[in-house]
């Protein structure tokens, strides 16, 4: 049934490979040590920004309606958004999930935010229906 040479390439193959394994976890010339650096990057934990520092429910609001160029006072008495929590993505940047009821919208929507501070401020720079 398994011919003499599928049984010597299978034979070969499992001394190559015990023999080149312990090889594959050290640096070589062109690639530096990638354990090193990329691994450790991936493990770090997501920094979680404490609740005061996020946009404020107002903020969000007039945020999403400016980014969205909606008309805020024709509109914006009637719907509200929420900032439902947050986490730190770049040294300026944080990402939100938002909760928006809108008024020409039944129902709740939910949205995911990017917001940039800017001088003590946020500006959301990107927002996505999710």
Request: glycine share 10%.
């Given at each position: 049934?398994?011919?003499?040479?599928?049984?010597?390439?299978?034979?070969?193959?499992?001394?190559?490979?015990?023999?080149v394994a312990p090889y594959l976890t050290r640096p070589t010339v062109g690639m530096g040590?990638?354990?090193?650096?990329?691994?450790?990057?991936?493990?770090?934990?997501?920094?979680?920004?404490?609740?005061?520092?996020?946009?404020?429910?107002?903020?969000?609001?007039?945020?999403?309606?400016?980014?969205?160029?909606w008309d805020l006072n024709r509109h914006g008495n009637?719907?509200?958004?929420s900032v439902k929590r947050c986490m730190?993505?770049?040294?300026q940047e944080i990402a939100c999930e938002l909760s928006a009821q809108l008024e020409w919208i039944d129902g709740e929507t939910q949205i995911e935010a990017v917001f940039q501070e800017e001088g003590g401020d946020w500006k959301m720079i990107a927002a996505k229906n999710r």
């Open positions: 049934m398994l011919s003499r040479g599928f049984l010597l390439g299978v034979a070969v193959g499992c001394v190559l490979g015990v023999y040590n990638v354990f090193g650096s990329i691994l450790p990057q991936m493990n770090e934990p997501t920094a979680v920004p404490e609740k005061g520092t996020w946009p404020t429910d107002d903020q969000a609001k007039t945020q999403l309606f400016a980014l969205s160029k009637g719907s509200t958004v730190q993505i770049a040294d």
